[in-house]
């Protein structure tokens, strides 16, 4: 599955933004999809996760309440809405997805290697 990331852009603080991550060449349906993001000099963070089937959400304490994951299997397309941003979720947004099948991901979610297919990023920048 190819993944291409979007939405990304320049945002004041407390503002919002939500991104897309449209999937083409498999049927998103059969694929768990994350985010995550990297900071610049810092290492890559978990930002959120989602089971196939929608039934599995997850997030870390540093977005919970701000950030919602969705996904829109007709569409072929997993989204991210970002609101109250503040200037640390300024990154490099990736979108991720593993297969559904894969095991032990309700448990393994937040680690990027339990991903095998990764979208090229888009930039969130939020000012202060």
């Known amino acids: 599955v190819q993944l291409q990331a979007s939405g990304g852009g320049l945002v004041q603080a407390g503002g919002s933004l939500r991104l897309s991550c449209a999937a083409s060449?498999?049927?998103?349906?059969?694929?768990?999809m994350a985010w995550f993001r990297q900071a610049s000099g810092k290492e890559r963070e978990f930002v959120a996760a989602?089971?196939?089937?929608?039934?599995?959400?997850y997030y870390p304490d540093s977005v919970k309440g701000r950030f919602t994951i969705s996904r829109d299997n007709a569409k072929n397309t997993a989204y991210l809405q970002m609101n109250s941003l503040k200037p640390e979720d300024t990154a490099v947004y990736y979108c991720?997805?593993?297969?559904?099948?894969?095991?032990?991901?309700?448990?393994?979610?937040?680690?990027?290697?339990?991903?095998?297919?990764w979208g090229q990023g888009t930039l969130v920048t939020v000012s202060s």
């Open positions: 991720a997805a593993a297969r559904g099948v894969t095991e032990g991901w309700d448990r393994l979610h937040k680690y990027g290697e339990e991903y095998g297919y």
């Open positions: 060449g498999r049927t998103l349906s059969n694929y768990h």
């Open positions: 989602i089971s196939w089937s929608g039934q599995g959400i």
